[in-house]
């Protein structure tokens, strides 16, 4: 069972578009919640993380939203340019250390120019 | 920056071999995980460690086993290889539990193993 859901499978996008990756998750235990961008044959990269006590977190291009309540969050990737093609993964886990990630499915964004 | 350091890049092994994957976690990190990526899959949790003990474990198969040395790298042991454990396998790093950005982990590039 996907304890953490992940929509769309894959994207495309105009360069200078907006590219927007839903996730949901169940566990409420899960307090920090990590974004990877993944490029083929390379391991996961931070991207941003968020924890569910801010609603929103920017840095630079890409936008965490967050929704305690509704147990979703987003990213939201401004001005798509052809270099963000790759594959994001939303993430959770319970802070606190040595704790597994559990990763979304996936989404494989391509940004077309 | 110094970075999750795994070797080797690439293996190809024959059906029923072993293999040993390593891990080098970043430098004043003490706990390092495994994860298995199948093609086009989200990765999957193996195994971790803390201060040389096993800290949790997820869908890791009897036939593979870890440990983590005293300076705090990590083996990942694999015997008896099936087709089915090609896949990539990265290992990841995180400072010490509860202190600054234990949270986060940071992952090495990927070892590819290939099972023929």
């Known amino acids: 069972q996907q304890q953490v859901k992940q929509s769309p499978q894959s994207l495309i996008v105009q360069k200078g578009g907006i590219s927007i990756i839903n996730c949901a998750y169940e566990?409420?235990?899960?307090?920090?919640f990590p974004w990877y961008q993944q490029f083929p044959g390379k391991g996961p990269a931070l991207l941003i993380a968020?924890?569910?006590?801010?609603s929103e977190k920017k840095e630079g291009r890409f936008t965490i939203s967050f929704n305690k309540s509704a147990k979703q969050f987003s990213l939201h990737i401004m001005d798509s340019q052809p270099g963000d093609s790759a594959t994001y993964f939303c993430?959770?886990?319970?802070?606190?250390?040595?704790?597994?990630?559990?990763f979304g499915t996936g989404t494989k964004l391509q940004v077309i120019p | 920056a110094a970075g999750v350091i795994q070797s080797p890049r690439h293996l190809i092994k024959e059906k029923r071999e072993t293999a040993t994957l390593k891990c080098y976690p970043i430098p004043r990190h003490d706990t390092v995980y495994w994860y298995q990526q199948g093609p086009g899959q989200d990765p999957q949790f193996l195994i971790s460690?803390?201060?040389?003990?096993?800290?949790d474990k997820g869908s890791i198969p009897d036939r593979f086993s870890a440990q983590q040395f005293s300076d705090y790298h990590s083996e990942l042991n694999m015997s008896s290889l099936e087709l089915g454990d090609s896949a990539l396998y990265f290992c990841?790093?995180?400072?010490?539990?509860?202190?600054?950005?234990?949270?986060?982990?940071?992952f090495g590039p990927g070892t590819r193993l290939t099972v023929l």
């Open positions: 566990n409420t235990a899960f307090d920090y």
């Open positions: 993430a959770a886990t319970v802070s606190g250390g040595y704790q597994k990630v559990t």
């Open positions: 460690f803390y201060e040389k003990m096993q800290s």
């Open positions: 968020i924890r569910p006590d801010v």
């Open positions: 990841a790093s995180s400072p010490t539990p509860g202190g600054r950005g234990s949270d986060t982990q940071y």
